[in-house]
């Protein structure tokens, strides 16, 4: 995993070492005497009184002495305190502190030092603080000085094997970089800003790119990387008529029932059952060993903590010293690179303000902190499966967009978690082969609303004739940069759609609009059920609740006449999923906004609609949809398929609206407020990697859907000795197994659900 470094880069390290000991030694010398002047309990000088040369060589002599007992008696103290409960372990950290604060005193030659059990507590605590802190923050640039602090939260020593002698089977890492499409990762490399990434390409890993479902998001992905089923999650949220919920893949409670389903869907736990940990996931993939894995949170009750995540991590003062500080220091640089996006007036652009700098700063600092520490112990410990999730690069890239000095930074210090992790494996009891993959792309892209003016929302109730903002009505803007046909083409067009939307009928050379038609309008609106609109990047969804089954087309147009033409006929819009009673379910789309259409009998109806400046609506049966012609044509290969597919799900929705995606450009509109986006079809957003190292059976040339890799891993985890991996002795959970299905009793209900 690269070069070992040599004799001149061994002194330094030495060196610098040897710096921080005593910067570190000095600054509690000095807190220590600062304590002893404020505090009347403690003392540093014998009764008779000292000078004060005797009253600093003594806090030298103590600081020194309680430095040494923490490096060498802390480790055993924490590894024998993480049996008990959280709360007791709390308060036992600052008595046994304290009652090493009182040895060390003990130690200092001629009784120079004295302190009560109580102060002894409060002068320990503080003195921990600073000295780590201190260390930390010497160290923040240190790599090699993190790891070695790391090691403290696990066993130091070599767990014995599970047969005396015996060689142990290598042990698999899935590292999953959340968001980061198969050219970013290249790109990257190619740039220099991944050496570690370019290192393993180097040293024999394969680098291939694999192809999502529709539903290109972290929750259709990983739950068919994990469990091997992501069958009916048809996006990122969806509402459910049968139930009456509304899913969130994000949801605590939402994404336990996601993964029950998958359980029982497959019969198996899934791909970590055998030794594995499951570190910042949606889903546990099965492990018995957990740390942020959101299924987990809906779980009520005592198993619902995981010792190996906020709190092995924070128990290490040090640990909350460089992680606090780090994410203060990303809070502010996201406060910057927000304020210089808009100096410049770059474009697009969405809003960063509010609380985006802290949950930009969790994501790309606590939540890899936490989870990289986790599989740095999870290796030393010699667990036989690890997948981990770090989604730093998603929530930057939505934000500030796939591409650009904001996410060239966040892969910059991904590539340095993933040297450190390399770098762990290679002190760890058994070898590690490492999996680099991700679960999906993202496709950069004005808003839709930034573009058109009106949510997609606002657009669905205007062409259910309901009411909509003032605003809405006074909408005129197109976006010249990405339509094809022009500026004035597309503002024209836009202006059209909205008319037709609001329900005002073609008007006559007169200026007047039919009575008739208003009436009808009026009649439909009145009748027809209020939608339920949602957004998963560039994927729309519209629902009835008032209508228990999946609406038709045809029930749709009686219902609410303009709704599909409205919708179908947008130039934002790429192309919509209904059912049909005429031809089973169907595809439509907008003339003009793709390449060509098959020809002849009932596979293509063109309507003329004359509110929309002539343009025709293209209704395809998708048992006749191809990937290279009609509505679908320029949206990649696979495309038809994916579509398919979706559209037997038991929740699909009664609408499916894909955004127009634009070839040249690779752009597409999402429907949230994300310049960069994923959920749908078009562009980088369908097609993340898999990065794998020699000596592994490669994977098909053509893979599809999370499903079949999940299978690419099953294979590979079976490969080892030709069967399931052998676990070390150490490995086991002190625990027990969590259940493959992490919910057992009553599940708090996700909000709004």
């Known amino acids: 995993m690269g070069e070992r470094r040599g004799g001149p880069d061994r002194w330094r390290s030495a060196g610098g070492a040897l710096l921080r000991v005593v910067t570190v030694w000095a600054v509690s010398t000095l807190t220590m005497l600062v304590l002893a002047g404020v505090l009347p309990d403690f003392r540093l000088q014998s009764a008779s009184g000292d000078s004060v040369t005797q009253v600093a060589l003594t806090a030298v002599w103590a600081a020194g002495a309680f430095g040494v007992l923490s490096a060498l008696v802390w480790p055993l103290i924490v590894r024998a305190l993480l049996l008990v409960p959280a709360l007791l372990l709390g308060l036992l950290v600052f008595f046994l502190n304290g009652s090493l604060l009182l040895l060390a005193l003990r130690l200092i030659p001629e009784g120079g030092g004295a302190a009560t059990p109580e102060t002894a507590v409060v002068v320990a605590a503080v003195m921990s603080a600073v000295a780590s802190a201190t260390s930390t923050a010497l160290a923040v640039r240190d790599d090699e000085a993190y790891r070695r602090r790391l090691y403290r939260l696990t066993d130091r020593k070599r767990p014995r094997l599970a047969r005396a002698g015996a060689e142990p089977a290598p042990g698999t890492v899935f590292l999953q970089l959340d968001g980061v499409g198969h050219r970013v990762l290249g790109d990257a490399v190619a740039a220099g800003r991944m050496p570690t990434v370019a290192d393993w390409l180097a040293d024999g890993h394969t680098l291939t790119a694999w192809r999502t479902d529709w539903s290109s998001q972290t929750g259709a992905s990983q739950l068919g990387i994990l469990h091997g089923s992501n069958e009916d999650v048809p996006a990122f949220r969806w509402y459910e008529k049968d139930t009456g919920r509304l899913m969130v893949s994000n949801r605590p409670a939402s994404a336990a029932e996601l993964q029950r389903r998958a359980v029982e869907r497959t019969g198996d736990g899934g791909l970590l059952t055998f030794d594995g940990a499951s570190r910042g996931n949606l889903f546990s993939g099965g492990a018995d060993q957990l740390a942020l894995v959101l299924s987990m949170a809906a779980r009520r009750g005592r198993r619902n903590r995981s010792r190996a995540g906020y709190f092995a991590y924070f128990s290490d003062a040090a640990n909350a010293v460089r992680t606090a500080g780090s994410f203060v220091a990303e809070a502010v640089r996201e406060v910057g690179q927000a304020l210089r996006a808009r100096l410049r007036r770059e474009s697009p652009r969405v809003s960063r303000g509010g609380l985006y700098p802290f949950v930009r700063a969790f994501a790309t600092v606590v939540e890899r902190d936490v989870v990289v520490a986790a599989v740095m112990g999870d290796m030393l410990a010699g667990r036989s499966v690890v997948y981990a999730d770090l989604v730093a690069y998603d929530e930057v890239a939505h934000h500030s967009g796939p591409r650009g000095r904001d996410t060239d930074q966040v892969l910059g210090r991904l590539d340095r978690a993933l040297a450190l992790i390399a770098k762990v494996a290679e002190h760890a009891p058994r070898p590690y082969r490492i999996v680099l993959l991700s679960d999906h792309g993202q496709s950069p892209g004005e808003t839709f609303a930034s573009a058109y003016g009106l949510t997609l929302g606002e657009l669905v109730r205007a062409g259910c004739g309901l009411p909509v903002p003032r605003r809405v009505r006074r909408t005129r803007r197109g976006h010249p940069r990405t339509e094809s046909g022009g500026g004035s083409e597309a503002r024209d067009a836009a202006r059209d759609a909205l008319r037709s939307a609001l329900h005002r009928p073609p008007v006559d050379e007169a200026g007047e609009a039919g ?36 609406m038709n087309r045809e029930e749709i147009d009686r219902l609410h006449p303009g709704l599909l033409r409205t919708l179908a006929l947008h130039p934002g819009i790429g192309f919509l999923l209904v059912a049909s009673e005429a031809h ?158 992490p919910v057992e009793g009553p599940v708090t209900r996700d909000k709004n659900s």
């Open 515 to 550: 009575a008739e038609g208003q009436e009808a309008a009026a009649v439909a609106a009145a009748r027809a059920p209020e939608p339920v609109v949602l957004a998963s990047g560039n994927l729309g969804l519209v629902s009835f609740p008032g209508v228990p089954h999946r």
């Open 584 to 741: 089973g379910s169907v595809v439509l789309a907008r003339d003009g906004a793709h390449d060509s259409t098959p020809e002849g009998g009932p596979e293509s109806a063109h309507e003329n609609d004359s509110a929309h400046g002539g343009a025709d609506l293209v209704e395809v049966p998708l048992a006749r949809l191809a990937d290279d012609e009609g509505p679908l044509a320029g949206f990649g290969p696979g495309a038809a398929d994916a579509v398919r597919r979706t559209d037997g799900f038991p929740h699909v929705a009664d609408i499916m609206i894909n955004s127009r995606y634009d070839p040249e450009a690779g752009t597409v509109h999402a429907f949230e407020e994300q310049i960069g986006s994923h959920g749908g079809l078009g562009g980088e957003q369908g097609r993340p990697f898999l990065l794998w190292p020699r000596g592994l059976t490669p994977p098909p040339a053509d893979l599809v859907g999370a499903e079949q890799v999940h299978q690419v891993l099953r294979g590979w985890l079976r490969e080892s000795q030709g069967g399931p991996q052998v676990p070390l002795e150490i490995s086991p959970s002190s625990e027990g197994p969590e259940a493959f299905l």
